[in-house]
């Protein structure tokens, strides 16, 4: 069960759109719809944006939006704002009752 | 809106068992379809799940903690614990509990959080 692989770091502009992906296997990502998104403010407990690949919770701006291809999740946040500066990290179903977390990406808003 | 809280020692010595236990508050751990679980980080790194436990206390672990780790239930308190033995300063991190969906599979509500340190 190895980590999903994202990528360290990510930045946009305010109002720009940003795209963050979440690379799997076919254990995991590739497998099955059940791909989540959190947001982790620094000393924050992470918060739960995207859930099933493209489903946003109650509360979530529509900014937030998910999809996958294959192996691979992706997060776009739109219309960037400074208060989307976070981390975020992705997590898949990996069968059997596991979950699996990426490495996180940090988002800066230039 | 259902609230959890971890509690426990911040300072292990190494070589002991880190002992968390989680109270969740405004729903009952009793009424099925959710999991809790235990996620840690390790300072200025990733999330990682530790594992997670049913009310019937089915439980299921991160294989590369299964060896050491044990999560428990307790209803009647509408808690759950995590132990962790033979922990060393790679355990260090903060650890967070977090409610589960069984069907849709996602980590829906969290505690805040509590950083545990392995030092002597």
């Known amino acids: 069960q190895s980590a999903l692989t994202q990528p360290p770091s990510a930045s946009g502009s305010p109002g720009q759109s940003v795209t963050i992906s979440c690379t799997g296997t076919s254990s995991d990502v590739g497998g099955y719809k059940y791909v989540s998104w959190y947001q982790q403010h620094p000393g924050k407990a992470p918060k739960l944006m995207i859930h099933e690949v493209n489903k946003r919770p109650s509360g979530v701006p529509d900014r937030f939006s998910g999809s996958k291809s294959g192996s691979t999740a992706s997060l776009t946040v739109s219309g960037l704002q400074p208060e989307d500066e976070a981390d975020y990290y992705c997590s898949s179903y990996a069968g059997n009752n596991a979950a699996v977390f990426g490495g996180g990406t940090k988002l800066t808003v230039l | 809106q259902v609230h959890l809280q971890e509690s426990g020692p911040g300072l292990v010595k190494p070589s002991q068992t880190l002992s968390l236990t989680c109270s969740v508050s405004?729903?009952?751990?009793?009424?099925?379809?959710?999991?809790w679980s235990w996620i840690r980080q390790h300072p200025g790194k990733g999330l990682e799940w530790i594992g997670y436990?049913?009310?019937?206390?089915?439980?299921y672990y991160n294989p590369s903690l299964k060896s050491r780790a044990i999560i428990a239930v307790d209803t009647s308190k509408n808690q759950f614990s995590l132990k962790l033995s033979s922990v060393t300063a790679a355990d260090t991190a903060v650890y967070y509990c977090a409610r589960h969906g069984v069907v849709t599979k996602y980590f829906d509500n969290w505690g805040q959080g509590t950083l545990v340190t392995v030092s002597s």
């Open positions: 405004g729903g009952s751990i009793s009424s099925g379809g959710y999991y």
């Open positions: 436990i049913y009310y019937n206390g089915n439980t």
